[in-house]
């Protein structure tokens, strides 16, 4: 296990150093989950650990969340309405989704729908496990080739459009220092620790987050952080995420797949045509606006906007709004539309 490690490490830092030298957008990111995923796919002997995946989303949540300045917080706020928007619309096309999935790619419509659904994808397969689906593998599957498609589309897709930000921050303009990192891992990762004892979606990134955000809010940074740790996190989370994938995995069920794919590319048109709506109406910068009604993860796209510089505090909120409230309504909506449908003989 510990030599499947290590290798695994060096194919991800290989990965995000070759993505760096030829210039791909968040190569450190994207660098490590693709070669990660070819690797993996391919074969190799090669492994992740879950304690890299948790220090990768704790270092990215404590970036992100010294983004969260006292003007950056206001221009939130005055957002709301369109925050609770985007998640009343991440949960309508994960319906259309669902009808997707269950008549292209003929399985049950638990797996359909849970399969469907913009969240976190170790919530959804123990959702769909206790809700009935005859095949939880595929929910995983679905999830992981969703976010492969979108967080590999999107940013070469900004990137030849030259699409990138210019915005300082309050981490920018203070002083590197090892005491004020140790204070900030300190705060962070007791809350980290609490949250993920109660095994709260996306624990570690959510502690950095709220902590960072609240003492920054406040006029409290300690430190930034420095670009090597910063790509360190992205690299973690990107080996993590890429050593999800199995050898044949695009040759498992490749009609449901093919399915999924084609969801994908519908949800980001939807997507793309309710940004044009939203920016227009809030005067959100477009591009951001996209990042913040992506269905991708909430790590891949905060990742995306920070590195872009394209508003990443305000992409943030979206979407970890939107991911607590997909939590707390996909289990109850999800008996509310089999009722309908099964009344309706649809199912």
């Not at 030829?22 to 690797?39: K, Q, R």
């Not at 992205?234 to 044949?248: H, K």
């Not at 809030?282 to 009604?293: E, H, K, N, Q, R």
Request: proline fraction near 4%; aromatic fraction near 12%.
């Amino acid at each position: 296990m510990a030599k499947q490690i290590f290798f695994g490490f060096l194919v991800a830092l290989a990965g995000a150093l070759i993505a760096v030298a030829v210039g791909t957008p968040i190569p450190w990111l994207l660098g490590s989950l693709i070669f990660t995923a070819l690797f993996k796919i391919n074969g190799a002997k090669i492994q992740s650990h879950v304690g890299f995946r948790k220090i990768g989303q704790w270092i990215v949540g404590i970036a992100l969340g010294l983004h969260f300045t006292p003007a950056t917080v206001e221009i939130i706020k005055s957002l709301s309405v369109y925050i609770i928007a985007g998640c009343l619309f991440a949960v309508l096309i994960a319906w259309v989704g669902a009808f997707i999935l269950y008549k292209l790619g003929r399985v049950d419509f638990a797996t359909a729908y849970f399969a469907s659904t913009v969240g976190g994808a170790s919530e959804m397969v123990v959702l769909a496990e206790k809700n009935g689906s005859s095949n939880i593998p595929l929910v995983a599957s679905a999830h992981s080739l969703r976010v492969l498609i979108i967080v590999i589309l999107i940013p070469f897709t900004y990137q030849f459009l030259g699409l990138k930000g210019d915005v300082t921050t309050a981490a920018q303009l203070a002083q590197y220092s090892y005491i004020g990192l140790f204070k900030l891992l300190l705060l962070t990762g007791i809350v980290c620790f609490i949250l993920d004892r109660l095994d709260a979606p996306n624990a570690m990134m959510l502690g950095g987050i709220s902590v960072t955000a609240l003492l920054t809010a406040n006029d409290i940074v300690f430190t930034h952080l420095q670009p090597e740790i910063q790509h360190m996190g992205q690299m973690l989370l990107g080996w993590a995420l890429g050593s999800n994938y199995r050898p044949g995995f695009f040759k498992q069920a490749p009609r449901f797949l093919g399915a999924v794919s084609l969801m994908t590319i519908i949800y980001l048109l939807l997507a793309f045509i309710f940004c044009v709506f939203v920016a227009k109406l809030s005067g959100i910068y477009f591009p951001t606006a996209v990042l913040a009604m992506s269905p991708g993860g909430l790590a891949e796209m905060a990742i995306t906007a920070k590195v872009l510089m394209l508003g990443a505090p305000l992409v943030t909120s979206f979407q970890v709004s939107r991911l607590v409230f997909v939590l707390l309504t996909v289990g109850p909506s999800y008996r509310v539309v089999t009722k309908y449908l099964t009344r309706r003989g649809m199912l």
